[in-house]
């Protein structure tokens, strides 16, 4: 359903009853949008400014030595810059003299901030250590894949930061202890997933005699030793002062953490769902808003899930008819989860084969790119393993953006702790997903935009990124990939992850399921192994929400797509639609829905 965007009510320019617009020359129409666009990247910089750790990914060295600040002194002047921002745009921006690109902007602008204000009051309704996030293990992964050492200055920086994770780890344990004094703990099961994670990342040398290096270790031993242009006592003294820091400092503020999560482990109880905090129904339906960018209910996106559920099904009852299988679903699931041909073993042969052939589905999508896009991603993409120290507690697989300056690719990460959680037949899918035509092509492309504000580049909502992605995969069954079944049940398998997960993370979070029940339900409709099944439940109990929006954002670019072929006919265009979609960077589907209908208007002619 179609509704007014707040600001307009609210009285921005816009809601005027007679459009100034109309009588608006081109050069007032282009000064004030490049007044507004002036705004935007000044906003956007400024905020980049006060974030070490954006700048580090976005390639830039200033503040290098630096993590962003955790303190809730921070978290207040964060805010209070955001309102100001909201305020300006509103006071110095007429909406009604902006062309369609500002205007776009504008609104986005405003559901960002409006969503920022929103999100104030739940400020604390999160878990800032769990096993999917938290800076116990997201610190490690930053400099391992983040930090670039250059030169000696910029070990020094690293050096700096391997220091500052004290300080850091006090804030966010002083973080911590405001939430449990709230009421705001995380379920038990989340505090030995983290406590393993913790001593993971201080294991090994200079932690211990194990004669195994450590992540960060080995890790800070590589980009020095790399350095061409430091002599060897130089390198050697920089090592020896990476020890000191790691031992002096990164290792007592790990043992802090986990006495921290050990004490507060006896106070967690087995309640999994959102609705055991305050105001945890309220708080669940902002979290809905926030992952969908839509109005859905609980209710309503419960049973989208079992109608999606139910539709799959069929589909997979198809796919294993064409393979001949003998007997019902559950046997067919039976024999796709035990059946060693779908699994490569856990051994390095294995895992090497497995991002060989990774490596080769990407290839072949990426040589019929030009079918299906106008424009395609300069940015380079590269297919690793997850680190061992983050490993048991990540996702099958996940991607990871390049720098925007070109300085580093971005990243398909496969998580091969146990291949069986990698099946074969689901290797088209995923890489279809997380690399071409999906996360790549989508954040990629957005990254390297010209002509729009800079926040439109960097930012996303997950209904439209996670949509896109599963979009991605399901788009190239039309075009005649998946020509293997087992490959086309995979793509199947994962749809219905997605569809499940409408259904298990309403359950949990509105209808008070518990985490066995959750558990229950995925061994009953899908093949997944247990792993996969514990680490998606665990998954959706501690990321309230955002699990809804991939299937939520593939229906509406889909819908939107049906639409557009039904009203244009033959002027229909699949590489224009797509460019469409993705040449405004991600939007809050409302206003990819304008956007894409608008596009059909000017088609139409």
């Not at 921070?74 to 006071?91: M, S, T, Y």
Request: glycine fraction near 6%; hydrophobic fraction near 40%.
């Amino acid at each position: 359903m179609q509704t007014i965007p707040r600001f307009l009510a609210a009285g921005a320019t816009a809601a005027l009853a007679v459009c100034a617009a109309c009588a608006a020359t081109t050069e007032q129409i282009q000064a004030e949008s490049a007044k507004a666009n002036t705004f935007f990247d000044r906003v956007f910089d400024e905020s980049v400014a006060r974030s070490p750790q954006f700048m580090t990914q976005l390639g830039l060295k200033k503040d290098y030595d630096k993590w962003d600040d955790l303190s809730e002194q921070h978290a207040l002047e964060e805010f209070v810059h955001n309102a100001q921002d909201f305020a300006e745009l509103k006071r110095t921006i007429n909406f009604d003299l902006l062309d369609d690109s500002a205007k776009t902007s504008y609104r986005l602008f405003v559901h960002d901030a409006e969503s920022t204000i929103e999100g104030w009051k739940w400020r604390y309704h999160n878990y800032p250590l769990n096993q999917m996030s938290g800076l116990h293990s997201e610190a490690p992964a930053f400099l391992i894949n983040y930090h670039r050492v250059d030169s000696a200055d910029d070990a020094r920086a690293y050096l700096a930061r391997l220091r500052g994770m004290g300080p850091m780890f006090d804030q966010l344990i002083d973080g911590v202890k405001l939430r449990a004094a709230k009421g705001i703990l995380p379920p038990r099961f989340v505090y030995g997933l983290v406590l393993e994670s913790c001593r993971e990342v201080v294991a090994g040398e200079p932690f211990d005699q194990s004669g195994k290096k450590s992540a960060l270790l080995e890790d800070i031993e590589g980009k020095v030793g790399a350095l061409k242009d430091v002599e060897a006592a130089a390198k050697a003294q920089l090592l020896a002062d990476a020890r000191a820091a790691l031992t002096g400092v990164v290792q007592p503020a790990y043992a802090r953490l986990i006495t921290l999560l050990e004490a507060h482990e006896k106070l967690a109880t087995n309640d999994d769902g959102v609705w055991k905090l305050p105001d945890g129904r309220e708080y669940y339906a902002y979290r809905l808003r926030q992952s969908t960018t839509t109005g859905m209910s609980a209710e309503e996106i419960h049973q989208l899930g079992l109608r999606e559920v139910a539709r799959i099904h069929q589909g997979m009852e198809a796919i294993m008819k064409q393979t001949g299988f003998k007997g019902d679903l559950t046997a067919f699931f039976k024999f796709i989860k035990e059946d060693p041909q779908f699994y490569y073993p856990t051994t390095p042969e294995g895992k090497a084969a497995y991002l060989k052939r990774a490596s080769e589905i990407i290839a072949d999508m990426t040589a019929r790119l030009d079918e299906f896009f106008g424009v395609k991603p300069k940015a380079g993409l590269q297919v690793r393993v997850v680190e061992p120290f983050r490993e048991k507690g990540a996702a099958g697989a996940f991607y990871e953006e390049p720098a925007p300056d070109g300085s580093r690719p971005g990243v398909y990460y496969v998580n091969t702790v146990d291949m069986r959680g990698v099946p074969i037949f689901e290797m088209e899918t995923l890489a279809h997903h997380e690399a071409i035509p999906g996360h790549h092509m989508q954040i990629a492309i957005a990254q390297e935009l010209t002509g729009i504000p800079k926040f439109r580049k960097f930012g996303g909502n997950t209904a439209y990124v996670e949509g896109w992605a599963l979009y991605a995969e399901y788009f190239p069954k039309e075009f005649g990939f998946y020509k293997d079944p087992y490959q086309d049940f995979g793509r199947l398998y994962d749809e219905l992850l997605r569809a499940v997960r409408l259904v298990v993370d309403t359950g949990a979070h509105a209808k008070h399921w518990t985490r066995e029940q959750v558990m229950d339900y995925f061994r009953k409709n899908t093949p997944n192994p247990e792993r996969d099944i514990f680490t998606e439940t665990n998954r959706y109990i501690v990321w309230p929400g955002q699990a809804t929006a991939y299937k939520v954002g593939q229906l509406k670019i889909l819908e939107m797509r049906e639409l557009a072929k039904k009203e244009l006919g033959a002027k229909f265009s699949l590489r224009e639609y797509h460019d469409l979609i993705l040449k405004d960077g991600a939007l809050p589907m409302e206003l990819l829905e304008e956007n894409v209908r608008a596009w059909i208007a000017r088609k139409k002619g």
